[in-house]
């Protein structure tokens, strides 16, 4: 890419993330979810990771999407719709055990029925504990994603909380681990909600998959 397309596409995300967001629909079951007319934007990853503060400091907005202080605040696929243009969807989180057991299947088979079967979803940004790295909840979804080809990218989340050579060795770790899955993109982004750290790289790849 040119220096000058270079700027134009950090212009862009400025402006488009600067445009009015509105939430347009809560969707608790693949029939109910808006038509499938723009593309998607998915927001997916364990519970309390940190996705809906993700998606409201992208947004600089401070409660657009709800924030949880217990794990299992998001419940049902929410999207906001960014500039009439796309929709940004915030996902209930995996992996939680502290709901019923019918929650749990139910959201599941929700979260999993609609990243293997969306056309609109241009990628997946999945959200990993920087503290944590990938647990096997994260390797499982990777792998239906790689199997369904849905185009995804790993995003570490509160780099706030640990140290730059803990991030630089995980980073290292992830980054030998994408190798083995076809449909990821090949390097990590770090984010912090709360710096706003690789907040702009973020816009900026979002920018430049819904054109
Ligand atoms: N230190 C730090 N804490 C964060 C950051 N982002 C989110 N948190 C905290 O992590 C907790 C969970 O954040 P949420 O954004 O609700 O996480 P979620 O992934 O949407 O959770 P569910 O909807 O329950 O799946 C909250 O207490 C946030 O304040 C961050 O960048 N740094
Ligand atoms: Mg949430």
Known sequence: ????????????????????????????????????????????????????????????????????????????????????????????????????????????????????????LKRVFLLIDSRHGFKVTDEAVMKELDQAAVSYQIVLTKTDKSTPLEIETLVESITATLKKHPAAFPIPLLTSSFTKEGLAPLREAIAELVG
């Not at 949880?68 to 939680?96: A, C, E, W």
Request: hydrophobic letters at 40%; proline letters at 6%.
């Open 1 to 120: 890419m040119s220096e000058s397309e270079e700027l134009d596409v950090s212009e862009y995300a400025r402006w488009l993330f600067a445009q009015e967001c509105t939430f347009e629909a809560g969707a608790d079951k693949m029939e109910i979810l808006p038509p499938p007319t723009l593309p998607e934007i998915a927001f997916a990853g364990r519970s309390n990771v940190g996705k809906s503060s993700l998606i409201n400091a992208l947004l600089n907005r401070k409660s657009l999407a709800r924030i949880s202080h217990t794990p299992g605040r998001t419940q049902q696929l929410n999207f906001f719709l960014l500039g009439k243009r796309f929709y940004i969807v915030d996902m209930p989180g995996y992996g939680y055990a502290a709901v019923s057991k019918s929650k749990i299947k139910t959201w599941s088979q929700l979260i999993q029925n609609y990243l293997k079967g969306r056309v609109p």
